[in-house]
């Protein structure tokens, strides 16, 4: 081979790894640019929203285990709140100060007579851009949970309570209505492994039976867009009176066979539910 034809394949060859160079970094410029285009849309959505649980009557924050296991997995800052089930104004006003103590957006989510709970704490305040109701109550001004749950044929709940009479440290007194263990799981956790279910029945949390009554006074649902997860085969909330409510508020409405506990049951059809509506926040 001639000096002159080596140094052609000299050339050749540098060429082909300039190229091959070329490539390679073309090729991660692309995919580098295609990474900052993300991250940049990823800003322009900014951060993703903090989601409140609120859980209702007859439960406690672990309720919602499975569900907030699902949103932190999907990167989602998470409070399950503790619900003084004394009454939707004072309970709403204990639910605001957890709110005040989160920074940025949030999504509140409430269970059952949580959700009467969320639909007051969520007035007034521009961080909650989303309202997710699950197996709830969605009052309007002047009504209560016991006439909403009244106005429809269906709730087996009178028949399991079991009130137990309270006295407060102010001298005031009450009634805490509590479900029977006996009848806790085919009352309120029907579709949830018996041995959950009986957890969930000793751990339970008593609500105040002035809550039920209480009326509510404001509804964020009127202006906060609204997601519900309407539970067919519920013995505490009819089915009828879930859809009446999610209709009324115009919620985007998922409807599901299970029962009360439906976060216990299905908490990735709950957590799928709370994301769409984050999703929509951003």
Do not use: C
Not at 199 to 221: F, N, Y
């Amino acid at each position: 081979m001639s000096k002159f034809e080596n140094r052609r394949l000299r050339r050749f060859v540098a060429g082909a790894a300039g190229l091959g160079t070329v490539a390679a970094v073309g090729a991660f410029a692309v995919t580098g640019t295609a990474n900052a285009a993300d991250r940049d849309a990823a800003a322009d959505r900014g951060p993703k929203p903090t989601v409140v649980l609120e859980h209702g009557a007859f439960a406690d924050g672990s309720g919602w285990d499975g569900v907030v296991a699902r949103l932190r997995r999907d990167g989602y800052p998470v409070v399950a709140a503790a619900n003084p089930l004394r009454g939707p104004a004072s309970d709403a006003a204990a639910l605001r100060s957890v709110i005040d103590h989160v920074e940025g957006p949030v999504v509140l989510v409430g269970h059952s007579y949580g959700g009467s709970v969320i639909s007051q704490a969520a007035v007034g305040e521009p961080r909650v851009k989303a309202l997710v109701y699950v197996a709830a109550f969605l009052p309007a001004p002047g009504e209560s949970a016991l006439q909403l749950t009244e106005r429809f044929p269906g709730s087996t709940l009178p028949g399991a309570l079991d009130p137990v009479p309270f006295t407060g440290a102010d001298g005031s007194t009450g009634t805490d209505l509590y479900i029977r263990q006996d009848r806790f799981r085919a009352q309120f956790a029907a579709d949830v492994p018996a041995d959950r279910a009986a957890l969930a029945a000793a751990s339970q949390r008593p609500i105040a039976q002035a809550a039920l009554e209480e009326k509510a006074t404001a509804a964020a649902w009127r202006t906060v867009p609204s997601w519900d997860v309407v539970t067919t085969q519920d013995l505490n909330i009819p089915a009828a009176a879930q859809r009446f409510m999610a209709q009324r508020a115009h919620a985007r409405t998922t409807e599901v066979a299970a029962s009360h506990s439906v976060a216990l049951s299905h908490p990735g059809v709950v957590a799928g539910v709370v994301e769409e509506a984050a999703r929509a926040t951003r």
